[in-house]
């Protein structure tokens, strides 16, 4: 399977703990965006990288969270001190310069 | 800041019924506009996008949409629907030009349940 992948696919944690999930992209993308869902509402935009630079964050992005992607290849997103309003599925997408993103099956994130 | 409105929250269609999803975008520039379907239990899979030429373009499954510049809408549409078409469908743009990011703004989704 050549597609994006996201490990792990669920995670439960408790409050107040840290919590890491990684994208790998597929192989020939440069791009790299990562995305939040809640429930009833459309996946919204976090962060991108081309290769190994971080280019854009949205405000939804507070200092809780930080996003790698050494060597431009997987990317990792932490969360830092989670807090129940943090519970999502988070989603990561690969871009070549066509501008078409591919999804990968996200990471259900429970904050108990 | 784009926008995405999607006015169609739930629809239920009987099988072989004609289908169209709304989609309106609000964006100063020249975007891309695609729209994304999610079956039940799997992720997020490109259904069909515009870029530029032809506005009536064509995507998987027997899906069309129509993008339509002067109404900044980029409708859905499908003649005959099948239960296999069940699912959550998005509409989604992305600015378009050098030194953007390319980040999709995503509607908040119609969910399409088809009866037999």
């Known amino acids: 399977d050549t597609g994006v992948s996201q490990d792990p696919r669920h995670k439960i944690t408790k409050r107040g703990q840290n919590v890491t999930f990684r994208c790998d992209p597929i192989s020939e993308h440069n791009r790299l965006y990562w995305y939040r869902q809640t429930l009833g509402q459309g996946p919204e935009f976090l962060t991108y990288?081309?290769?190994?630079?971080?280019?854009?964050k949205s405000r939804l992005l507070s200092d809780r969270f930080s996003a790698e992607r050494p060597k431009g290849s997987f990317s990792t997103l932490e969360i830092q001190r989670t807090e129940q309003g943090d519970s999502a599925m988070y989603l990561c997408?690969?871009?070549?310069?066509?501008?078409?993103?591919?999804f990968g099956p996200g990471t259900r994130l429970t904050v108990l | 800041a784009q926008s995405v409105s999607q006015h169609n929250h739930h629809v239920i269609l009987s099988e072989a019924a004609s289908l169209e999803l709304g989609c309106n975008y609000s964006?100063?520039?020249?975007?891309?506009l695609f729209w994304y379907v999610q079956y039940p239990g799997q992720h997020l899979q490109l259904l069909l996008k515009y870029f530029s030429g032809d506005p009536l373009v064509k995507g998987i499954k027997g899906f069309e949409a129509e993008f339509i510049k002067s109404k900044f809408s980029f409708n859905l549409r499908k003649p005959s629907v099948q239960w296999s078409d069940t699912a959550e469908y998005f509409c989604?743009?992305?600015?378009?030009?050098?030194?953007?990011?390319?980040?999709?703004?995503f509607g908040t989704g119609t969910r399409l349940q088809v009866t037999l």
């Open positions: 964006y100063g520039g020249t975007v891309n």
């Open positions: 989604a743009v992305s600015p378009r030009g050098a030194g953007t990011a390319s980040k999709l703004t």
């Open positions: 997408a690969s871009s070549s310069r066509t501008d078409t993103q591919y």
């Open positions: 990288f081309q290769n190994e630079a971080q280019l854009e």
